[in-house]
């Protein structure tokens, strides 16, 4: 494929979902407003309205479109996955208080804790009145189970990030919770409204699960190698923030003894001063965990793009293909 | 009746539906349970686990009793509704970070502000698996509808606390969300699940939107009336946190111009000082209110009662109207 190809495939695909995308930003407008509760479109508003790619529902419409599903439930589904992602954006926000008391900067400038969690819980509430509106017990299944998967892997994550211990499974488990659980359940309610087979059905649910696997790793290679400029984020956060990612616990897993004291003080206790992100980027060029981590994210993308090969062969199919390209493209 | 009949329904209650409320029990335990977040039991148990009365489940069990419903989905949706209510109070125990800072005491002296959130995100989620196996699209637009209700009183509440304008109708819909608003649900589908008439499932609505609607006035009047050993709450909590509630809210609509501004220094801005609490019990004292609110409380009482009169003739339903005096009891 050209380099024009590989471009913005998020972009072409945003223009040929231009009307189901309009369909479900008014709809979110609209599920967004509260009779009682004026501060919840205040909240959500900045982050809805943040102009964010819509990735997650644009997922649902693309996986409806290739059957093309002549209903509108899978706007009612785009606008549910974006509600349970933006809620999800709101509890990630709220602060320990020992995070506090290090001194990490807070998430939530805006507004305070309490916000954060009561907005949230209601974009989830609203998230759920919208999908029983489909009446699909089936879809209601996936997406409780995609909910149960997210919220799991969110309090693993809580209590295996600075743990040296952490194994590539259980990161992984972490990321399938973050990321690959809404990504996939997206995919596969679009195509279950749609009335794809099940074989269908299952390639959208594997596909969804390893893009959002390939688009993690992804970010959490950027954070140790990215631009800071093109990405907004400074190099070292995770580390700074002391989250053991792939790059880390490839290098821990291959450590010598005085290594492991540095994974030690840094990660586990947060000791860390000056000079001590350039040490880990040492170490983890010393084992080559970054291309490792590349090489790991490449395969995800790969396992995504073989997954469409049971889908419609159409524009849409390939577009997701290039999608799936361009989120390991910016590490290649 | 006599003041044995009104001693402790709920605990009549527990010993008629013993073995389902076992059901209930064993089934929490085991959703509560996560293969990969060995935090989660560790934080909801002391919860769960807290011989709580089981109030809200116990209202879905002898809904579904009233019917003898033969099935056993009466005993997720009762899990679900424990569940539900858990998860809320977890999040409730967020601390706002200005609250922290006016030395406020915090809630969640157990665990920090993040396990709170994302341990009641996961309890929702389970939560919402549970309800999904009962395969009810009715059950699961009530249990929708009542989280949308549940979280937009959250909200409200939260901005609507300290402000003087707050109106006996906003603080209906605070205590709607805050309490009755699960307790309906609960009542509702154990009724839809048994199969119960039209006529049947609006007076199980009605009369756990009334019950709870009791309870909370309950709850807010017994703060200012309470006997601190009984209750094990501090006389004037509510008053210190600065919320507003029935009580307050009715001697603010009568206050003359220097009572009003009595209320915007204490409740408003939050600066109190010695004897302020006792000012302001003789403000309630001098309109009445806290007896005014005792009269709601008591209609509200009568109105939950006047529901039950479609439902089957049987124990269980003298037992539910027995908890309904009981509710108010405390109070005369």
């Not at 400038?109 to 609203?126: H, P």
């Amino acid at each position: 494929m050209d380099s024009a190809t590989i471009s913005k495939p998020h972009e072409r695909l945003a223009e040929l979902l231009e009307t189901e995308l309009e369909g479900v930003n008014t709809l979110i407008r609209a599920r967004m407003a509260s009779r009682h509760a004026p501060r919840i479109p205040e909240v959500t508003a900045h982050l809805v309205e943040a102009g964010g790619k819509r990735l997650r529902p644009m997922l649902t419409l693309a996986a409806a479109r290739l059957f093309d599903y002549p209903g509108d439930h899978h706007i009612k589904l785009a606008a549910t996955v974006e509600f349970i992602h933006t809620a999800t954006l709101l509890h990630d926000d709220v602060v320990d208080e020992s995070g506090q008391r290090r001194g990490r900067p807070t998430a939530n400038l805006l507004w305070d804790n309490k916000s954060s969690v009561l907005v949230g819980d209601y974009l989830f509430a609203r998230s759920f009145q919208l999908m029983v509106e489909t009446e699909s017990l089936r879809v209601l299944d996936i997406l409780a189970n995609a909910a149960a998967t997210i919220a799991e892997g969110e309090v693993l994550q809580m209590t295996a990030a600075s743990n040296l211990a952490t194994s590539e499974e259980v990161y992984l488990q972490v990321v399938r919770g973050k990321t690959a659980a809404l990504f996939s359940a997206a995919t596969e309610v679009g195509g279950v409204i749609s009335g794809a087979s099940e074989a269908q059905v299952q390639a959208l649910f594997d596909f969804g699960d390893a893009l959002g696997v390939a688009f993690q790793i992804a970010d959490d290679l950027l954070d140790y190698q990215g631009d800071a400029a093109a990405t907004g984020k400074n190099v070292g956060d995770d580390f700074r923030e002391r989250k053991l990612t792939l790059p880390v616990i490839k290098a821990v897993a291959q450590a010598t003894q005085e290594e492991r004291a540095f994974w030690q003080r840094t990660i586990e206790r947060g000791r860390q001063s000056e000079g001590d992100l350039e040490h880990a980027l040492a170490l983890m060029g010393k084992y080559g965990t970054l291309e490792a981590t590349r090489a790991d994210a490449n395969r995800w993308a790969d396992k995504a793009k073989a997954a469409l090969d049971v889908l419609p062969d159409c524009e849409i199919r390939h577009l997701l293909s290039d999608l799936t390209d361009y989120v390991v493209s910016r590490l290649n």
